[in-house]
């Protein structure tokens, strides 16, 4: 009798939608920095997944940046972009930590990738709107506790590292 349950139950689960196990996984990211490609010290986010409702694959990462990084940088706020990283330099970088969240994080998430994008004027600041802040508030939507010590504002793997730190749940490692 086991058996023949044990049989009807494995027929019901192989019959069920993919879309009952889907799930977005959201991955924070630093980046050291290199002297040698001009790529400075950064942290951005990678979304990767399926959406519960609809199915939809989701292959996405974003960071905020200066539209042009020059001394400007230096002297307060600049015009902001978001940037999308290319595959294999996301490959180069340090992941943190890896959650999943639910299609109404997902959403809130892009609405708020795109409120940053789309903020009017010049919306990057390096002391208190730069990559770090932006990664922070996405951490913040999901309910990390986030906090932003000015001696890490422009030490973005020493700031994910507090930031894993302080959510001890998360199980994740100190990068070194």
């Not at 799930?23 to 997944?49: C, D, K, M, W």
């Not at 997902?106 to 009017?120: K, L, S």
Request: glycine share 8%.
């Amino acid at each position: 009798m086991d058996r023949i349950f044990g049989f009807i139950l494995a027929l019901f689960l192989f019959g069920q939608p993919a879309t009952a196990f889907a799930a977005v996984e959201l991955s924070f990211h630093s980046f050291n920095g290199s002297v040698l490609f001009g790529r400075y010290p950064h942290t951005f986010i990678v979304l990767q997944g399926e959406l519960d409702e609809t199915g939809e694959v989701v292959n996405e990462n974003y960071g905020f940046t200066a539209k042009k990084v020059s001394p400007a940088v230096l002297n307060g706020p600049v015009f902001h972009d978001i940037l999308i990283e290319e595959p294999k330099y996301i490959k180069k970088t340090n992941r943190h930590f890896t959650v999943t969240i639910s299609d109404e994080q997902y959403h809130a998430i892009v609405d708020e990738v795109h409120a940053w994008r789309d903020a009017p004027g010049k919306f990057y600041d390096l002391e208190t709107r730069n990559c770090i802040h932006f990664v922070g508030r996405m951490a913040e939507i999901i309910g990390l506790k986030v906090d932003y010590p000015q001696k890490m504002l422009r030490r973005p793997k020493k700031w994910l590292n507090y930031i894993t730190g302080l959510n001890p749940d998360l199980g994740a490692a100190i990068i070194k």
